[in-house]
Nanobody, 118 residues
Framework: QVQLVESGGGLVQPGGSLRLSCVAS????????MAWSRQGPGKEREFVAD???????NYADSVKGRFTISRDNAKNTMYLQMSNLKPEDTAVYYC????????????WGQGTQVTVSS
């Protein structure tokens, strides 16, 4: 079992920045992939960015150049640095973990709310 706890959400003005964190606990295997997804009001959940335990990253086109995903494997923690935030970035942001290399269930966190508004 893996538990994921997100933090760092809040209210920010357009153009502002926030950093989200996701701490994983429990039985953490490597290699693995961790990711951020988000679900805006009235929208389906969408992929934001992911990062493997080796450091390989991918981003949704909508956040490229504005968001940076990173992780500290020693702390089992993943981050999402968000800059130049836009109202359309308003969403609940969810953390995800899955073990790589074997057939395995993924795990989701409970989410943290990010609201971009003036």
């Amino acid at each position: 079992q893996v538990q994921l706890v997100e933090s760092g959400g809040g209210l920010v003005q357009p153009g502002g920045s926030l950093r989200l964190s996701c701490v994983a606990s429990g039985t953490i295997f490597s290699p693995n992939r961790m990711a951020w997804s988000r679900q805006g009001p009235g929208k389906e959940r969408e992929f934001v960015a992911d990062i493997t335990s080796a450091g390989s990253t991918n981003y949704a086109d909508s956040v490229k150049g504005r968001f940076t995903i990173s992780r500290d494997n020693a702390k089992n923690t993943m981050y999402l640095q968000m800059s130049n935030l836009k109202p359309e970035d308003t969403a609940v942001y969810y953390c995800y973990y899955v073990r790589l290399g074997v057939l395995s269930n993924g795990y989701w966190g409970q989410g943290t709310q990010v609201t971009v508004s003036s």
